[in-house]
């Protein structure tokens, strides 16, 4: 069973900067993508941005795009956000997630499987 926990999250001043991170351990999919949501109250969960572990390809949502840059460090099974230029609208609890490469966009997260606890991240103005 593969496990995940999320750190890093915290308060920030908008405009300034957080880097997640998300590490697996447990017995880790041979072949899988990871991606980052994020929960504010009242909202549904939202797609941020994922990454094959394979290829490193990344893909992130519109409302991030140019801000927000995904990475993995294989040797250590960690993924990453980093994420600049924080506003407001990026408070919410934030979630890394495991599934799968295939069957499905990335972006829709009942398609993936494995869920970390969240990290909050609260952007004041």
């Known amino acids: 069973q593969v496990q995940l926990v999320e750190s890093g999250g915290g308060l920030v001043q908008a405009g300034g900067s957080l880097r997640l991170s998300c590490a697996a351990s447990g017995r880790t999919f041979s072949s899988y993508v990871m991606g980052w949501f994020r929960q504010a109250p009242g909202k549904e969960r939202e797609f941020v941005g994922a990454i094959n572990w394979d290829n490193g390809r990344t893909y992130y949502a519109d409302s991030v795009k140019g801000r927000f840059t995904i990475s993995r460090d294989n040797a250590e099974n960690t993924e990453y956000v980093q994420m600049n230029s924080l506003i407001p609208e990026d408070t919410a609890v934030y979630y890394c997630?495991?599934?799968?490469?295939?069957?499905?966009?990335?972006?829709?997260?009942?398609?993936?499987?494995?869920w970390g606890q969240g990290t909050q991240v609260t952007v004041s103005s």
């Open positions: 997630a495991a599934r799968a490469p295939y069957g499905g966009s990335y972006n829709r997260p009942n398609l993936y499987t494995v």
